[in-house]
């Protein structure tokens, strides 16, 4: 990540992470909730546990922007697909410049193909202003460089034509990544299987830094990366299955808690690329990663909530299908960062 001057001290980010031990959780953690009808009763069950105090703002209304969080940079690197003058998918694969392993500088970041799928990053960004308007330059560029009447397409997954797919090279269909991890478990996520072989998915990963230069099997660096996504799945992956109902591409590389340890920081890997759709779909992605670095230290939700709110939240996420008990007892962040302020007792 650039400029180092701005990152944050070892100390300054574990001040961040610190507990709050005089916290207590709303409910006490339940072995005994194995099944989605058992998670569901408790939840609305002790919705009780949690106090709200409402504000008059709508929570639908469109917000300005937050400041970026002292010492921490953003980036991100999206994949999109490509359809030519007719609406028809085509592969990027002999279309673009740039590969995993040499990304195509381009101002304001990169560009390159990811198999039959186009991919691009962004330099890391301190202010919305500048992601926001680094995302659309480079996303401008990558069109800029498709044939005539080409045009990106935002969805999250797609199957190719039959005669577009046996078309393409054999390296260009093969699927496969450096594996990445699960928070919650600290395991490895197993390789997706998929029986279409023709479907493609496209992601919206976040990029997420606040050092440099860190060793990633440094145990420490390790759980503050693992502490940073579960935040996010409550703050970003739960409420993306709202405005991201497509399940394809979520049930085979966006599980909750899905994530790469980088030097930097940390790759959260659970969104797909639906935020790249509209400027308030982007501001909201970008709200989000702000409040839920900001809550860390006093309402930091994987402890406050307890092991069942948890195990509700990985499931609705993993199957693209919210409990319905969940948003009516923890509104805050599932529903709304702006509409309410929980008080946990």
Known sequence: MPDPNQLMSLQEFEDIWAPVPSAPTPVAPSQSLSSGNDIEKFLMAT????????????????????????GFLFGCDPELFVRD?????????????????????????????????????????ASFEDFSGRVKNVMRQLQERLPEGCTLDCSPAVVFPEDVFDAAPDSAKELGCTPDFNAWTGGV?????????????????L???????VEIADIQHVMNCRDLVKQFDWYLG???????????????????????????????????N???????MMREVWNRMQQAINDMSRLYLPD????????????????????????????FPLESIYGSTRVYV
């Open 85 to 125: 003058r007719n609406g028809g998918l085509i592969s990027a694969h002999d279309l673009l410049p740039g590969t995993k392993a040499e990304p195509f500088p381009v101002e304001d970041g990169a560009i390159q193909v990811d198999g039959m799928a186009a991919e691009f990053n962004i330099t890391p960004s």
């Open 47 to 70: 919705e009780a546990a949690v106090k709200t105090k409402k504000k008059a703002a709508s929570p639908e209304e469109p917000r300005a922007p937050m400041p970026a969080v002292k």
């Open 238 to 272: 739960g409420w993306s299955i709202k405005h991201d109902p497509d399940p394809t591409r979520r049930v085979l590389y966006g599980q909750a808690g899905a994530h790469r340890v980088k030097p930097y920081g940390v790759e959260y890997r659970v969104l797909s």
């Open 189 to 205: 996520n197993a390789p997706p299987h998929c029986d279409q072989p023709r479907l493609r998915t496209a992601s919206g990963h």
């Open 274 to 280: 639906f935020w790249l759709k509209s400027d308030d």
């Open 207 to 213: 990029h997420i830094g606040w050092t440099d230069n």
């Open 304 to 331: 406050r909530v307890g092991m069942a709110y948890n195990k509700a939240l990985v499931s609705s996420i993993n199957t693209s299908e919210m409990y319905k008990g969940l948003p009516v007892a923890l509104p």
